[in-house]
């Protein structure tokens, strides 16, 4: 089957993986001028949507993501992290700077966000999630679609996509239409695995991030030249986070039962360290952050 590269417009895509998920098989094509890799072919919009309704959040999907309800407090760790880095590489000049994420879930980022001083705005597909986030927020904060809730051009001093942008149908797009609401001088942030990092590569069709509900898949190099393209001025990466080991640590404690749990840090510690050996576009791990500054 011929498929078209979302990233560089390549015809000539062909057939990378086969991935026997649970309860899901799909196939993973490569892009062999930029390396994109792409389910083939795409679930469509109604397929889509049903993904993530309230079975995806409660576990009772073959594919689906924790209630971040649950540890609220733990998952603030990183939150409040994340959300103080971004505001201290604002280049803008903003009393009340306004922040986008993309993939807003229950909204626990954008609650961290306007206590530290953001005007909160979300993305959610989800409905389960998104009106439960509209509750913190209010009426006219949170939106199903980046494309339909029509921002102004450049009217965002920070945007927020983690772990979202292979969930997305159309990545190029996306992208596209983040640059033009971003201010200049605004910051956009990206959570996503590096499928040319030892980790991704050596495993393969076995890697964990081939998921139903993930679509495309990239690299340090293709997203550095995509964003670029697009007309970022500047891009920074960071293995595994841009927030730190001790957050994490902070957050996983939200799962922790007894002292025994302790011994998780080991491999959470053993992972962050072994994440910190990269040079250019080599990296041990496939876990990044991607800082881009319009």
Same mark, same amino acid.
């Given at each position: ?25 799909? $196939? ?14 795409? =679930? $469509? ?11 995806? &959040? ?38 009340? =700077? ?22 909160? &705005? ?33 009217? @965002?001093?920070? +945007? ?26 605004? +910051? @956009? ?26 679509? &495309? &898949? ?71 952050? +991607?800082?881009?500054?319009?």
């Amino acid at each position: 089957m011929q498929a078209r590269c979302n990233f560089c417009g390549s015809a000539l895509c062909g057939q990378k993986y086969k991935i026997e998920h649970p309860y899901s098989h799909f $196939d993973i094509y490569e892009c062999p001028d930029c390396k994109l890799l792409f389910q083939n072919p795409l =679930p $469509d919009k109604k397929s889509l949507l049903k993904m993530y309704q309230e079975d995806y &959040y409660t576990g009772s999907s073959s594919f689906s993501y924790e209630d971040e309800r649950k540890a609220f407090p733990a998952y603030s760790k990183v939150w409040k992290k994340r959300v103080l880095k971004l505001k201290k590489n604002l280049k803008t000049q903003a009393l009340k =700077p306004k922040i986008l994420d993309i993939g807003s879930s229950f909204g626990g980022l954008l609650e961290n966000a306007l206590g530290a001083g953001f005007d909160p &705005y979300g993305i959610e597909i989800s409905d389960y999630s998104r009106q439960y986030s509209e509750t913190l927020l209010g009426k006219g904060k949170v939106f199903p679609d980046l494309k339909e809730a029509s921002f102004q051009d450049s009217f @965002f001093d920070a +945007v927020s996509m983690i772990e979202v942008i292979e969930h997305l149908d159309n990545p190029s797009e996306s992208l596209e239409e983040v640059y033009r609401i971003l201010k200049k001088g605004g +910051v @956009f942030l990206i959570q996503t695995a590096n499928m040319e990092g030892l980790q991704a590569k050596k495993l393969k069709e076995k890697y964990h991030y081939f998921l139903p509900g993930h679509l &495309y &898949y990239f690299s340090r190099q293709n997203l550095r030249e995509k964003l670029f393209k697009i007309g970022f001025q500047k891009i920074k990466f960071f293995h595994p986070v841009e927030f730190g080991l001790l957050p994490k640590l902070q957050k996983s404690k939200a799962g922790f039962h007894s002292c025994k749990d302790y011994w998780k840090w080991k491999n959470i510690i053993s992972y962050h360290l072994k994440s910190l050996f990269h040079w250019n576009d080599f990296c041990l791990t496939s876990s990044m952050a +991607v800082y881009a500054w319009k």
